[in-house]
């Protein structure tokens, strides 16, 4: 947040070439991550074989994303320091998918701690590589090239440990290619891919729509930027709910057994913590914004532990954003629902269908762009992603419920309708109390609230598996 302040609107441009590079991640990956979690948690022998071959066809896959992302790269116009900015960043895509397809081998041996400890090395690197760019390198400016060069080292760091850890907790033999068996492994793995390469277009094609069909595309870019940030925080909690319950998925699964019990405590819980804490940003807009993004010259931030926003000089900007983030942070609640019921979805190995939700999402999310952008710009991008979460989430829990016969539990529904009622009332009453006891009453009134929402009984239950995977 720091460095977007300090780069103003050339973070647009960056954000847009970013969310290019994640886009044609699929290259990188074909799908084969998630495809081996899923195969090597139902039978961990099958490790061996596909380390060795997978390892291989990763390196070919690498070379060919290298190569497309800078030929999409000139097609769309892009200047040659774009095209070099756009080279590093698709080096730390490499990277980060590596690290993915290491982290899918940690979770698939149910090593879960392992997998949580990874998921956050790469970004506490980044933490700190940009507070010593900020506060302590002398005669060296903060600028995009530095900022994609401390993600590029904070993602090579954590593959090289994350490589070493897994040869160390397995045996793992030297990559090597069987052409009959890579066949196979692609073939199997394509609808996998499809799905990927579906969801992050219309996760990212945001982003790029803005910054090629708005003469202030920069700006507005930039403004919906910060929004996105904080909405991909609360993405990485939802994700790791994702991984973690993919493998149980899959053995549940492959040994026959109902998913009723799983599916209701873990969406709940995930359900509700980012309902909650979407509730509490889209509260406290204004203050988030303003805290993050606000410029406040020479001025204090806070004065008499409040924010000072008759100092804040960007007023306009901060508007702006504050009604773009109020939409766009809402939309992790239909993204949680995507992540617990596709992933089910997903374990049952029925990509046919989820390919289906994801390309109609993704024609809608772009038709909405379309129509939407040119009137209200990143607001309307913003809308255009709730309005897509939504409906494929809606889609994905009815699919489910018919798929895996799941009984719709109406006391379970009622105690989370109701738990999430008390948070929004509760909230009502927090202007009445200083910073620090607010802090500790709106503490108090999440655990109060989740008490109410979510079977307790059921997490220990859960907590107890993973404890013994």
């Known amino acids: 947040m720091k460095v977007q302040g300090e780069l103003g609107e050339e973070y647009g441009t960056y954000f847009a070439l970013l969310n290019l590079s994640a886009i044609l991640n699929i290259a990188l990956d074909f799908g084969i991550g998630n495809f081996n979690n899923r195969k090597v948690a139902a039978n961990p022998g099958r490790y061996s074989n596909y380390f060795q071959n997978i390892s291989i066809i990763r390196l070919f896959l690498a070379l060919v994303y290298t190569v497309l992302l800078q030929l999409v790269g000139i097609a769309l116009g892009y200047d040659n320091q774009e095209l070099y900015l756009l080279f590093i960043l698709g080096i730390c895509q490499v990277f980060l998918s590596s690290l993915l397809y290491v982290r899918s081998n940690f979770t698939a041996f149910g090593k879960f701690k392992l997998d949580s400890l990874f998921s956050v090395l790469d970004r506490l690197l980044m933490i700190g590589g940009v507070v010593y ?21 904070g993602y090579g760091i954590s593959l090289i440990l994350g490589v070493a850890v897994l040869v160390f907790i397995e045996k793992t033999p030297y990559p090597k290619l069987n052409k009959r068996f890579a066949k196979v492994l692609i073939r199997k793995s394509a609808p996998y891919a499809l799905i990927v390469v579906l969801m992050a277009a219309y996760h990212y094609s945001d982003s790029i729509m803005i910054e090629r069909m708005l003469e202030d595309g920069k700006y507005q870019n930039a403004l919906y ?5 904080v909405l991909m925080a609360l993405n990485n909690y939802a994700y790791l709910f994702a991984v973690l319950l993919l493998p149980m998925f899959s053995k549940m699964l492959s040994n026959k ?18 309902s909650a804490i979407s509730i509490l940003l ?12 606000g410029d406040f010259g020479n001025g204090s931030v806070f004065i008499n532990d409040k924010l000072n926003f008759t100092g804040v000089l960007n007023t306009q900007e ?43 999402s993704l024609v809608l999310n772009v038709i909405l762009n379309f129509i939407l952008i040119p009137k209200f710009g990143a ?18 829990v009815l699919f489910a419920i018919n798929m895996f016969k799941l009984k719709i539990d109406c006391k379970l529904l009622i105690r989370f309708v109701l ?21 500790l009453y709106l503490s108090l009134l999440g655990f109060f609230s989740l008490f109410i929402s979510v079977n307790f009984t059921g997490i220990i239950k859960m907590a107890k598996d993973l404890k013994h995977r």
Request: aromatic content about 14%; overall charge negative.
């Open 133 to 153: 760019l900020m506060y302590y390198s002398s005669g060296v400016d903060v600028n995009i090239e530095n900022f994609i060069f401390v993600q590029f080292y």
């Open 225 to 229: 930027a910060q929004s996105f940030r």
């Open 257 to 274: 057994e109902s998913v009723q019990s799983l599916i209701g405590v873990s969406s709940s819980l995930l359900i509700y913590g980012v």
């Open 282 to 293: 889209f509260y406290f807009a204004k203050d988030v914004i303003t805290a993050c993004y």
């Open 318 to 360: 901060i508007i702006d954003s504050v009604e773009i983030f109020t939409i766009l942070i809402l939309g992790i609640i239909p993204m949680s629902v995507n992540y617990c019921f596709g992933t089910l979805i997903t374990a049952s190995g029925n990509m046919k269908l989820l390919n289906k939700v994801a390309f109609i």
């Open 379 to 396: 607001l309307g991008a913003a809308l255009s992603s709730i309005i897509t979460q939504a409906v494929s989430g809606i889609v994905q």
């Open 419 to 439: 738990g999430i009622l008390v948070f929004v009332f509760g909230l009502q009453f927090n202007a009445h109390f200083d910073l620090v006891l607010r802090l």
